[in-house]
């Protein structure tokens, strides 16, 4: 497979929001949008977006997972950065037609169809830095894509910052491409000054999230991650990882956790963290690196408890244990 998420569909579902309304959506062809130069998107940064994947079971029959709740946080992105509200029941069927349309071209697991619906503010009015765009377009694009970690993957190295932020406190919950850049600059220099594969936000010594994905900690029989607030983003694979953790007689603890505590409990031996994301599912954290020196988490390798996690829930996406949470919608 090429590198994740460069490869898309040749077509797209699409629709526009003009006059105060939603047009009906369409295919078009993945290459076709055109946007004015002055448009919102491109000078107030007026976007949001999501990542979700469907999965080919044996059966042939395509699957969708969780998609209620990358909806619910794409009409709560759109209404935080003061876009039209969208239609969930029409993002819903675009999804589902556009993954019906290349159902053939989705690879078998480990594989999956990655699917990324995306709405920005198309209004051309550059006078508009403190107003919102009063037209927008959703489109959605799918790319096929293979194992994040088909090369295999070292344990994760991670700088902890106590002193920036992934993004601003009240942009936290929008998942918007402005958090992402803004997250760019200090994530490049943790690579170059300590080889770090990723920042750990820790905003005054409180541990929150990394620059893409949500941090989890397992001490033993326990799951600890922040607890939900505005401040960061609201993960769905998070919260199906903890629903799972449960599920197994795990103890589920969401709280605030400092540096402080985070260090001494990753020198226990059989402490583990890990990174949770779409793309990625659950990735395990070997090393910390904090004001210069270097502190494996636990045994320093991959850690059996994430692996467990993580496999229940490749399990239940690719169809090989049951669906007890109705987390999967069929497509077609």
Known sequence: MAAFGTVFMPKMAYTSFENNQWNAANIVA????????????????????????????????????RMDQNLNRFAQSSRLLSLPDIDQGQVSQMILDIVEQYSADIPEPPGSMYIRPTHIGTEAAIGKAAAPSASSMIYVLTSPVGDYFSGGAKPLRL?????????????????SGGNYASALGPILAAKQDVQADQILFCPNGDVQETGAANFILIDGNEV??????????????????????????????????SVTELLERAAKPNV???????????????TLIHNGKEYPVGTGEHGPTTQKLRQALNDIQWG???DTHNWLTKVG
């Open 30 to 65: 993945s290459d076709s949008i055109q946007l004015h130069p002055g448009a919102h998107v491109l000078h107030y940064s007026s976007t949001c977006f999501e990542g979700l994947k469907a999965f080919k079971h044996a059966d042939g029959s395509i699957h969708v997972f």
């Open 159 to 175: 700088l902890l910052d106590e002193t920036g932020m992934r993004c601003a406190p009240h942009m936290g919950m929008v998942k």
């Open 224 to 257: 600890i991650t922040k607890a939900l607030d505005s401040s960061f983003l609201h993960g769905v694979t998070r919260g199906s990882i903890l629903t799972l953790a449960a599920d197994m007689g795990m103890k589920v603890t969401e709280t605030q956790l």
């Open 272 to 286: 583990e963290a890990a990174l949770s994301g779409t793309a990625a599912v659950l990735t395990s954290v070997g």
């Open 320 to 322: 090989k244990t049951p």
